[in-house]
């Protein structure tokens, strides 16, 4: 019961702060929550080369979340008491592994999504050509 207690008031503070963040939107807080996250597109940059570096950075998070995954791992079996915590059990088996999914997702889509580009890019040059 304690544990849902603590779970309860985390979200009630995380609720509180964006519901300050969103009624003083040039707040330092507000800042901090609203900035955009990755890469931005460089001036006078590609497409292609846009989309393989959001391919690296989602390819770089899926890296670390493998690797908080194996260390979750590691200290499960060096620790077994660990794996009564609620907080370590969300974390690693819930938390850790959705974040990696979704980095491996953004970085396949990205990467196919270049690939495509390439592939029209090459087709257009040839018919610009035969023209």
């Known amino acids: 019961m304690r544990q849902l207690f603590f779970i309860v008031a985390f979200w009630i503070v995380v609720v509180v702060a964006m519901r300050l963040a969103v009624s003083s939107p040039r707040s330092l807080l507000a800042r901090i929550f609203f900035t955009p ?13 846009f989309l393989l570096r959001c391919a690296r950075f989602g390819a770089s998070w899926f890296a670390q979340s493998l690797a908080l995954f194996a260390a ?23 938390v850790i592994p959705v974040i990696g999914a979704c980095a491996l997702v953004v970085s396949l889509y ?18 610009k050509a035969r023209a």
């Open 37 to 49: 996250f990755g890469p931005e597109r460089l001036g006078g940059e590609s497409r292609l080369a």
């Open 72 to 94: 979750g791992w590691l200290v499960q079996l060096s620790l077994p008491a660990v794996a009564d915590s609620l907080f370590f059990v969300v974390l690693w088996a819930v």
């Open 110 to 127: 990205s990467l196919c999504r270049c690939l495509w580009i390439r592939s029209f890019r090459g087709t257009l040059t040839r018919l």
